[in-house]
């Protein structure tokens, strides 16, 4: 006998358990996003989050529906934990704020400097190359401290870390700047640098930080968000990350999106099915 899509569903949510007790709306894949914060989501379901949650609508067989709250202090609160919605897409192993699952993606920080500045093959903040340099950060993000380690900071840019993102965007902010000569290069997370390093004419060389032996490592594994309650959702979302990596790494890589295995190699288009 042939299964349906939903049949196999079904039968990876343990028997006698009801997602209706931990979900919304269980006919609803109900998502907590950003209405303006590209790369990641916008109202117009532009970014690669909205794009996995598309995928994963399609494949659980649900409407797809979004609480948009701007990614600032109080997000999870206002939208998971408030029960307005039901997975944060994109979510950081070992933060506390919600629980999260499996990882499907692995990153880091990134270096981003114009081709033939001199500092295009620059790999870590260690380099000497980079001293005196005008560098863009984001205050209070992890390299911050790593460019403070290697006395980077003097000359430094920084950016703002919490920004209402209906108004503003450090990324798109520090870019504008790196395209003028403001700043000679710029560190940004690696979804921002990859998506903004992509789509500058010329394209920006961007290095992800994966050579740090100074300061804190800046490589960082993403899952998705959901409440520490809904075990089920949990279990059903990993098994759908797990039978959709291929898929999912291309959605990354086509927003730019610099891919690591765990030995902090590169995963490109030929390297699809492997998993963070």
Same mark, same amino acid.
């Given at each position: ?71 600032? &202090?109080?997000? $999870? !609160?206002? +939208?998971? =934990? ?5 997975? *944060? ?6 933060? /506390? ?109 961007? &290095?992800?930080? $994966? !050579?740090? +032996?100074? =300061? ?5 594994? *993403? ?6 309650? /809904? ?46």
């Amino acid at each position: 006998m042939m299964l349906t899509p939903q049949d196999r569903l079904r039968a990876q949510v343990p028997e006698g358990t009801d997602l209706s007790i931990e979900l919304v709306d269980p006919k609803v894949l109900r998502v907590c996003a950003d209405p303006r914060n590209l790369p990641f989501s916008n109202e117009k379901a532009e970014g690669f989050e909205n794009k996995l949650a598309e995928l994963f609508a399609e494949k659980l067989q649900k409407k797809l529906d979004y609480m948009y709250f701007p990614q600032a &202090t109080g997000f $999870v !609160k206002m +939208t998971l =934990g408030a029960h307005r919605c039901d997975v *944060i897409m994109g979510f950081p192993q070992g933060d /506390d704020l919600a629980q999260g699952t499996n990882p499907y993606y692995r990153t880091a920080y990134a270096l981003v400097a114009r081709s033939g500045s001199g500092l295009d093959d620059v790999t870590t903040l260690e380099d000497g190359r980079l001293k005196g340099k005008r560098i863009g950060i984001v205050a209070g993000t992890p390299p911050a401290t790593n460019m403070a380690v290697n006395g980077l900071m003097m000359n430094a840019r920084p950016y703002q870390l919490m920004v209402d993102t209906r108004l503003d965007s450090s990324a798109a902010a520090m870019i504008k700047d790196l395209m003028s000569g403001e700043i000679d290069a710029a560190v940004l997370w690696g979804p921002m640098a990859g998506y903004y390093a992509k789509q500058a004419n010329p394209p920006l060389h961007l &290095t992800p930080l $994966v !050579k740090e +032996t100074t =300061g804190p490592r800046l490589v960082f594994r *993403i899952g998705m968000g959901v409440r520490a309650a /809904d075990q089920n959702w949990k279990r059903l979302l990993n098994r759908l990350i797990q039978e959709n990596q291929p898929a999912i790494n291309k959605i990354l890589l086509d927003f730019g999106v610099p891919l690591l295995d765990e030995n902090d190699r590169p995963i490109g288009t030929e390297t699809t099915a492997k998993r963070p």
